[in-house]
């Protein structure tokens, strides 16, 4: 039977449809990327890349282990790079000049309007050695990952010249993926996406109905009920949305209120970063080779106030169905695995 379910935190409308799993080929295959050898994240071929912004290194360098995560410039960027932010014309001394100065020169017509697309797109390289997995990064690298999100939050935050950033990453070609070799990545706008405007916006909107956070409000009866839960750490929760897009899709948030990704303590990173882990692998012994995108939803950078109805969370997305005319056409997802079924299949 087929339902129609509301996402309490955006309000967007999913159909839960089981008959569904049950067509030919419902579920993609994604064949890993194969290795040509000459992977230019690897380690001894450093001169691939752009210079490193930051490098951390292990508490031992070797000649085999010299860093354990380096971040460079995307050498293919969706932006570009930002004054006070990389390397950018000296002229520009804040986005929103820029962008009136552009829009004025680019603009012909009322009904079309355009800007520079100014901003900053990095590239975080998760291991020296050929790792496709996070499952096979040591914990100790595993923790440093998490940690270096927030740095580089911290970066762009203090930079002051943006609105926006999100860490994001692409596993396998399905979700985007060109390479193999484990990397995440951090692009910064100088406006909020529109998937977080609405969560931002539907989330304010209920604190001023409720006096809560709907977030806070979602993990207790998430909790309460627990049919939906799929891991649990002592200081976070993960679970499979009630109106969720896709199969299997899972939200990982501190228990604890909080607005900001990078006001988290190391040692609640270093937990996070062991459950994210651990979640990974149970999707992957789900379903071997699944593609998968997860990306950290945090308050924008240019906010400097505390919000007491926004809550950073990651959300971590299979790709194991293609999105085809309807979900094009109508902005609704069609899910056939429920998310009680996944869940129930993840904690096993």
Known sequence: MSEVRHDPVTGRQVIIAQDRANRPHAFVSDPPLLDDGDCPFCVGRESNTPRAIAEYAPPRPSAAEPWW???VP?????????????AASPTCTSTAKVNEIDRRRINGHAFFTAEAALGSHEVIIESPRHVVSVTELDESVMRTLFHVYRDRLTSLRTAGQLAYAMAFKNVRPAAGASLAHSHSQLLATPFVPPQVELELSHSQAYFADHGQCVFCELLRSECRGGVRIVAESANFVAWCPFASRCPYEVWIAPKQHACRYES???ARLDDLAALVQQLVGRLEAVHPQAAYNYLLHTAPINESRELPHYHWHIELLPRLIKFAGFEWGSGCYINPIPPETAAEQLRA
Do not use: Q
């Open 69 to 71: 995560i380096r971040v």
């Open 74 to 86: 995307n050498k293919y960027p969706a932006v570009r790079e930002l004054n006070g932010v990389a």
């Open 264 to 266: 988290t303590d190391s």
